[in-house]
């Protein structure tokens, strides 16, 4: 009896640590992995954010920015954030398409094409992003956009006959889909492998950012890069809901205020950014071009049909391009 009796004070005393390890782990260090660069805007931004919340809250919440996965690989981070392995986690909005397909909004071609219509679309998908995230356990805090997506290639591309057969770089199930009608071959590559891809031929092309283009000096590896400006996609950071919970008041207050700073700040910095990188691809002796009216007729033929099929998904996808229309 006297041995139950022991056991059953260490067993309680054990609960009682652990529960106040808990605490005192979401009231002082934080990790945040983020799947980019030092270099690009998101990741810039996730740093001003983590230091505005150690600053308001005099250090006792401090958040550690784990940039370019060197914590976990990008397509892991949802699930990391959202079964608390870690506190909240910045990830690329079309990665979770496989989960639902609200998160596709920002992915299907030639839908948003300016800043203007982007910020628009993604005021009418919110309130379903933010949903879907909630069933999964997770609260969106805010996003940031990627200048608009082109096209990257070794030769001039006129028409959509001059990639057929080529091998495309895929990142998301949209841009799976999307190389599969322009007749080539997605390949599925993440964002630091870019280089190395291209110089063994993995990938003979690709459709992303200038942003990205330039962090990878893709002047070292191709040649041409024409401006189709096909959609403009998003980081998402998200943050696991019972850790959020778990802060007291004032904590969530300063959190979510640093949230709408990052986002405005993301807004005004990707339109200087795409100027700014644009002209970097030219002054290293990549060819940018506008595209060809048949080019563009092409593609706009494809945009029509991923919204669609994307709009055929779900029905949240109905009310999201009704808001967008309005």
């Excluded at 892991?76 to 870690?86: C, D, L, M, N, S």
């Excluded at 889909?177 to 891809?197: F, G, K, Y």
């Amino acid at each position: 009896m006297k041995y139950l009796i022991k056991r059953a004070a260490v067993l309680c005393a054990s609960v009682m640590m652990l529960g106040s390890s808990g605490v005192a782990t979401a009231a002082s260090q934080w990790h945040m992995p983020t799947p980019y660069g030092d270099a690009n805007l998101p990741t810039k931004i996730a740093y001003q954010f983590a230091e505005e919340i150690k600053s308001k809250t005099a250090g006792e919440l401090d958040i550690v920015v784990h940039s370019g996965a060197s914590l976990i690989k990008h397509p892991e981070i949802p699930r990391a954030v959202k079964t608390g392995q870690v506190q909240l986690g910045e990830v690329f909005i079309g990665i979770m398409g496989n989960t639902h397909p609200v998160f596709k909004h920002d992915n299907i071609p030639f839908l948003a094409t300016s800043f203007d219509s982007a910020e628009k679309l993604w005021k009418a998908a919110k309130p379903e992003v933010e949903k879907q995230l909630n069933k999964e356990g997770m609260m969106l805090l805010y996003t940031v956009a990627w200048p608009a997506q082109s096209l990257y290639t070794k030769a001039p591309v006129n028409s959509l006959a001059d990639l057929e057969g080529s091998k495309m770089r895929a990142y998301s199930p949209s841009t799976s889909r999307l190389a599969d009608l322009m007749n080539t071959s997605p390949t599925t590559v993440q964002v630091p492998e870019i280089p190395q891809a291209f110089s063994t031929g993995i990938i003979d092309a690709m459709i992303t950012s200038p942003s990205t283009g330039v962090n990878g000096q893709a002047w070292d590896y191709l040649s041409h890069y024409t401006d189709i400006r096909a959609w403009i996609p998003k980081n998402i950071v998200v943050v696991n809901k019972r850790a959020f919970k778990r802060l007291n008041k004032d904590t969530q207050a300063v959190i979510l205020a640093a949230a709408a700073n990052a986002e405005a700040k993301g807004w005004v910095g990707v339109r200087e950014k795409a100027k700014e990188d644009t002209k970097t691809l030219a002054d290293n002796g990549i060819v940018v071009t506008e595209p060809s009216a048949e080019l563009m007729s092409e593609l706009n033929k494809i945009g029509a049909i991923m919204i669609d099929e994307w709009q055929a998904e779900a029905p949240e996808i109905e009310t999201i391009l009704a808001n967008f229309k309005q």
